[in-house]
């Protein structure tokens, strides 16, 4: 049974770091891509992340160079590291994991999600 538990979101004030985990079984993070998505209120979903097998990370262009993903494959977690967050980074972070190692785009490419962690950061 696939299992991805969120955690580490938070309040924080704006200009403040946050690093979320996701801590997976079932599946190996290492052997397929893995994602973070967010969803503010009344907006559409948005990608925040891809990370691939071979290491390869495409980013959002509204956190890149703010927000940085990794994995421990030793754990069989990910990780999001986001600095200098931003009022407008508000939302719930979902980390998901698709089924196969290329062409990851949207969240069809992605059957396994977690709960969701909320993140808030206030101006």
């Known amino acids: 049974q696939v299992q991805l538990a969120e955690s580490g979101g938070g309040s924080v004030q704006a200009g403040g770091s946050l690093r979320l985990s996701c801590a997976a079984s079932g599946l190996t993070v290492s052997s397929r891509c893995m994602a973070w998505f967010r969803q503010a209120p009344q907006k559409e979903r948005e990608r925040v992340v891809v990370?691939?097998?071979?290491?390869?990370?495409y980013y959002a262009y509204s956190v890149k160079g703010r927000f940085t993903a990794s994995r421990d494959n030793a754990k069989n977690w990910m990780y999001l590291q986001m600095n200098s967050l931003k009022h407008d980074d508000t939302a719930m972070y979902y980390c998901a994991a698709g089924v196969r190692d290329f062409d990851c785009y949207s969240g069809g490419d992605f059957p396994y999600w977690g709960q969701g962690t909320q993140v808030t950061v206030s101006s």
């Open positions: 990370i691939y097998p071979s290491d390869d990370t």
